[in-house]
């Protein structure tokens, strides 16, 4: 069982940056593929990025690519999503996923956190 808690989330201008922190509780942090995942109102949850279980692998929406970087700490139970270059259709509730497999698809994640409102105002 592992327990995700977003956090870092709130209200920027566009071209402006934030950064997302995700820390886990429970066993075995290290061994579960991260992800970020993103609803706006109105939209179904869409991928944002993702990390492999060791970090060497990551994944990014082309949405997001060059402006987005995942990042983890397994000796801190963390996942880090460091956003820059923010843009209003960027604004959405941010959730962390932990799971088994490597995907890019929600429903192959085991395990959510509650999101972040991220809100990217022009």
């Known amino acids: 069982q592992v327990q995700l808690v977003e956090s870092g989330g709130g209200l920027v201008q566009a071209g402006g940056s934030l950064r997302l922190s995700c820390a886990a509780s429970g066993r075995a942090f290290s061994r579960y593929n991260m992800g970020w995942f993103r609803q706006a109102p109105g939209k179904e949850r869409e991928f944002v990025a993702r990390?492999?279980?060791?970090?060497?692998?990551?994944g990014y929406a082309d949405s997001v690519k060059g402006r987005f970087t995942i990042s983890r700490d397994n000796a801190k139970n963390t996942v880090y999503l460091h956003m820059s270059s923010l843009k209003p259709e960027d604004t959405a509730v941010y959730y962390c996923t932990a799971g088994g497999m490597i995907s890019t698809t929600a429903r192959d994640y085991d395990y959510w956190g509650q999101g972040t409102q991220v809100t990217v105002s022009s």
């Open positions: 990390i492999s279980a060791s970090g060497i692998s990551t």
